[in-house]
């Protein structure tokens, strides 16, 4: 015996046209981001948003790129080399 559906067409609809964040929308609807994310990429329920045009949805960054760009990664090399070859080098003979 086939399972009830969760969904609507008219739900899956509106989640692929929802523009807020998948665990957001996933509470929303009572499923789960992971089914939020499939909707949105076209992996499933093709016949229902296959003519829908998808809105255009901004990226969010979690970390910001400006720090990684502010690491001097020569003068970090450095610093692990001068450590390094004071321990190596400070040792007594064995």
Same mark, same amino acid.
């Given at each position: 015996m086939a399972r009830p559906k969760k969904l609507t067409p008219a =739900? @899956? #609809? !509106?989640?692929? /046209?929802?523009? *807020?964040?998948?665990?957001?929308?996933? !509470?929303?609807? *009572? @499923?789960? =981001?992971?089914? @939020?994310?499939?909707? #949105?990429? *076209?992996?499933?329920? /093709? !016949?229902v948003t296959g003519t829908t045009a998808a809105p255009a949805r901004a990226r969010v960054r979690r970390g910001s790129a400006d720090t990684a760009a502010n690491i001097n990664v020569n003068a970090l090399a450095d610093a692990i080399i001068d450590r390094l070859s004071a321990r190596l080098f400070s040792r007594g003979p064995r």
């Open positions: =739900a @899956v #609809r !509106k989640i692929f /046209k929802s523009t *807020g964040s998948a665990p957001t929308i996933a !509470k929303q609807f *009572g @499923v789960s =981001a992971n089914l @939020v994310y499939l909707i #949105r990429n *076209g992996r499933i329920h /093709k !016949k």
